[in-house]
């Protein structure tokens, strides 16, 4: 990483940061985005798949991260939640309505 990367990487890690910091509605939104987009940690790459790649790929992140970003459109999750479900259901849920998600198939209208 040459210098100019490292400040601006410092840059918006500190912006980051200091919204994150306002304890706001807003920076628990982004909160739960960056853990979505992070996915889970217990090592269910079907879950990653289903989940984080999909979220990546909607938002439109070309990167992947050790998994491929997926063209389907995220789905809210149904059934029993983890942690990670419940930042990944926040996310989804903020996403769809900033507009940045449309979905053909949302079942939580």
Same mark, same amino acid.
């Given at each position: ?7 601006r990487?410092k840059?918006l $890690?500190d912006?980051?940061? !200091?919204? $994150?910091?306002e304890d706001?509605?807003?920076s628990?939104? =982004?909160?739960?985005?960056?853990t !979505?987009l992070?996915?889970? @940690?217990?090592? @269910?790459?079907?879950?990653?798949q289903t /989940?984080?790649?999909?979220?990546r790929?909607?938002?439109? $992140? ?13 789905e809210?999750?149904?059934?029993g939640?983890t942690h990670?479900?419940a ?6 849920d903020? =996403?769809?309505?900033m507009?940045?998600i449309?979905?053909?198939? @949302?079942t /939580? /209208?």
């Open positions: 990483m040459n210098e100019t990367q490292k400040l990487t840059a $890690l912006e980051i940061v !200091a919204f $994150l910091n706001t509605g807003e628990g939104h =982004l909160w739960s985005i960056l !979505a992070r996915g889970p @940690d217990d090592g @269910d790459w079907e879950l990653k /989940t984080t790649a999909r979220l790929g909607a938002i439109g $992140l070309t990167i992947n991260g050790g998994i491929d970003i997926s063209l389907e459109p995220p809210r999750f149904q059934g939640l990670f479900h930042h990944y259901n926040h996310a989804f903020i =996403l769809k309505e507009g940045i449309s979905l053909r198939e @949302d /939580t /209208t």
